[in-house]
């Protein structure tokens, strides 16, 4: 595995949690079907919030959209009870309705209980019409199953793997990255990780560690060489944590995702559709949405346990330092690829990167 963006010296704030993913917060799953034949790059990542074995424990949530040219299902029912169930997938624009169908077809054939009521699955989606045929059927159920069933714990895969197989980033190779923080609340310590599809980002705005290079990386860029605008693409984070936390304080932590990306240059472009979700993994048990009893209509109560709205502000932080140390990361992991129609989209050059960050005056300039 090549060494990631802080591996190589490349400073962020914050302290990372053990493995620097969003898999750092307790019984979040990452798993991936990655595809790369012919004409083919892309795939699909599913984030399961609480493992297979509890997908309709529901988890505090909230969404936000920062621009809204992109897709992500479910939002209007998540904005609706504040809670999220069930495996998040990520994948292609044009494969959201069979990533979408294979979810309901899972929970089917492995929860059929929980199948006999509705499922509004969240799936989202960026474009990787660049590099891969999107226009094909490549991505089937079976890829969307594959990706839920291997979905596991641990370090977590970075760079052109799962739904980030055909994205580019600031014009280089883009695709999956992750990274996490702790955040200590009293005698406690939470966990922040975030996730990111990232197929965003102009050239030219590029910055690492606060320094400037874009300018600098200029040539070598054929993906803005007429065949898309610059800064066209997507990008969606997944942010989790186990801090207990109200719906509308997932929200606010899904709010904090635009200041992740700007730290490294975006300033958001027409053509992305950035879209974040946030959860907590804490109070177990409650936010149901099951078909109630006689004597639940009069009998049953709910109680959120929460860190109050003031000391909110190192969680914000948390999600900004690991948004933007998560794309460093995509960048780092990239490897030169060449998709349809011969379309190539150049790894970020590292080795001149680090020269810049050590000797950041040429940069400034």
Known sequence: MKPRARELGIRFDGEPGRHNALTDVPGVRIGYTTLSDGEVRT??????????????QPCAAGWFSLNGNGEMTGTAWVEETGALTLPVLITNTHAVGTCHR???????AHRPELARRWLLPVVAETFDGYLNDINSAAVRAEHAHHAIDTAAGGPVAEGSVGGGTGMTCYAFKGGSGTASRRVRYG?????????????????RELSIAGVPLGRHLADDNPQEAGHMPPGAGSVIAVVGTDAPLLPGQCKALARR????????GTTGSHFSGDLFLAFSTA???????????????????????FVPWPNLDP???????????????????GETMVGRAGHRSPAMPVDRVLALLRDPAPAAM
């Open 43 to 56: 795939g699909v990542t599913a984030i399961l919030p609480r493992g297979r074995e509890d997908i309709e």
């Open 102 to 108: 294979a979810v309901v077809d899972w929970v089917a």
């Open 187 to 203: 005698d406690d310590t939470f966990t922040v990780g975030a996730f990111v599809q990232a197929n965003f980002g102009s050239r």
């Open 257 to 264: 995702v635009p200041f992740g990306l700007a730290r490294t």
């Open 283 to 305: 109070n177990p048990g409650a936010l149901t949405s099951a078909w109630p009893s006689e004597s639940a209509r009069t009998q049953a109560y709910e109680s959120l346990r």
């Open 315 to 333: 969680f914000h932080a948390a999600v900004a330092e690991a948004v933007e140390e998560a794309v460093v990361n995509v960048l780092v992991a």
